[in-house]
């Protein structure tokens, strides 16, 4: 991570104008019931520079376009359109259209419950690693405002009991929507000549599916591969902006929060499952990865 980059976080999207949240959970920021947004112009806002992002957000465009590079592309969001921005990505805002409409999502990590559907879940994930802006058809766009709708609704009932469950499963639900989307670009995509480094990343990604329950070494994927495990994770990083260990952490600490929501299997069932040698070991690596203990997140 490039430390001269200002890193920004939700705090930093609470200080703006209008925001609706929950401080350190969920930002909302939107104007999609006016006619435009006052004082916007077609210039980049005052003061604006590269950020990297220390969350996930979604930006939705309804009318007029917003101009941002990401990643050192520039990009173009018309209506129907939405970026997905995730952790780690350095963004930049080019230019607000005055008749912007739209909405803009951001929570913190690991915001959304679990699922039971690991490898999509990480599938999903894998095809925004270098794509970033896609777009609804025309049908599909009203679900998902009424979404989002929902969502703002439910951030405003402040003294409901289960606000930030409901609220996980309704950004759970706008993320759904997304999904199918986003996976037929990257479909689309995958019949295009891959570079040489893209065709290794993706080949990991497919045996970390296949292997994660039993394998988290990178010497092993590396083999598998016939490369050495420093150039692996070289290629990864490169690809990816992630490391080859991270990956397969990822899909690891995903399927055993799975499993600890679940209630079916005992914690050293469970660390027995993914093949830890013992219950203190998967312990370790749960706490590492999820910062609370394997008994502290199924209870919480």
């Given at each position: 991570?490039?430390?001269?980059?200002?890193?920004?976080?939700?705090?930093?999207?609470?200080?703006?104008?209008?925001?609706?949240?929950?401080?350190?959970?969920?930002?909302?920021?939107?104007?999609?019931?006016?006619?435009?947004?006052?004082?916007?112009?077609?210039?980049p806002p005052r003061g604006t520079f590269p950020v990297q992002a220390k969350m996930s957000m979604l930006l939705f465009c309804l009318e007029g376009k917003i101009e941002m590079r990401i990643a050192l592309k520039e990009y173009v969001l018309h209506p129907n359109m939405f970026f997905i921005i995730i952790p780690g990505v350095i963004f930049e805002v080019i230019s607000i259209s005055d008749d912007f409409r739209g909405f803009v999502i951001a929570t913190r990590n690991n915001?959304?419950?679990?699922?039971?559907?690991?490898?999509?879940?990480?599938?999903?994930?894998?095809?925004?690693?270098?794509?970033?802006?896609?777009?609804?058809?025309?049908?599909?766009?009203?679900?998902?405002?009424?979404?989002?709708?929902?969502?703002?609704?439910?951030?405003?009932?402040?003294?409901?009991?289960?606000?930030?469950?409901?609220?996980?499963?309704?950004?759970?639900?706008?993320?759904?929507?997304?999904?199918?989307?986003?996976?037929?670009?990257?479909?689309?995509?995958?019949?295009?000549?891959?570079?040489?480094?893209?065709?290794?990343?993706?080949?990991?990604?497919?045996?970390?599916?296949?292997?994660?329950?039993?394998?988290?070494?990178?010497?092993?994927?590396?083999?598998?591969?016939?490369?050495?495990?420093?150039?692996?994770?070289?290629?990864?990083?490169?690809?990816?902006?992630?490391?080859?260990?991270?990956?397969?952490?990822?899909?690891?600490?995903?399927?055993?929060?799975?499993?600890?929501?679940?209630?079916?299997?005992?914690?050293?069932?469970?660390?027995?499952?993914?093949?830890?040698?013992?219950?203190?070991?998967?312990?370790?690596?749960?706490?590492?990865?999820?910062?609370?203990?394997?008994?502290?997140?199924?209870?919480?």
């Amino acid at each position: 991570m490039d430390h001269s980059i200002f890193l920004l976080d939700i705090s930093h999207l609470t200080e703006i104008d209008k925001a609706t949240f929950i401080e350190g959970e969920i930002v909302l920021l939107d104007n999609i019931d006016s006619s435009s947004c006052a004082g916007q112009t077609n210039q980049p806002p005052r003061g604006t520079f590269p950020v990297q992002a220390k969350m996930s957000m979604l930006l939705f465009c309804l009318e007029g376009k917003i101009e941002m590079r990401i990643a050192l592309k520039e990009y173009v969001l018309h209506p129907n359109m939405f970026f997905i921005i995730i952790p780690g990505v350095i963004f930049e805002v080019i230019s607000i259209s005055d008749d912007f409409r739209g909405f803009v999502i951001a929570t913190r990590n690991n915001f959304m419950p679990v699922t039971e559907k690991t490898t999509q879940v990480m599938s999903f994930y894998k095809c925004l690693q270098d794509r970033y802006c896609f777009s609804f058809e025309e049908k599909d766009v009203p679900e998902f405002i009424k979404v989002y709708r929902d969502i703002k609704e439910t951030l405003l009932e402040e003294n409901h009991p289960f606000r930030t469950p409901m609220l996980q499963s309704y950004v759970q639900i706008m993320y759904y929507r997304m999904a199918p989307v986003v996976i037929k670009e990257a479909e689309q995509q995958s019949k295009y000549p891959q570079t040489r480094q893209e065709e290794i990343f993706h080949r990991f990604i497919h045996e970390v599916e296949m292997y994660y329950r039993k394998e988290r070494s990178v010497k092993f994927y590396a083999d598998l591969l016939c490369i050495s495990p420093k150039y692996l994770s070289s290629v990864i990083y490169k690809v990816s902006q992630k490391l080859a260990g991270e990956w397969i952490d990822a899909y690891v600490i995903l399927e055993a929060k799975t499993l600890l929501k679940s209630g079916k299997l005992t914690v050293q069932q469970i660390s027995e499952q993914l093949n830890f040698p013992n219950q203190s070991f998967f312990g370790k690596f749960f706490k590492r990865c999820a910062g609370m203990s394997p008994k502290e997140y199924k209870n919480s």
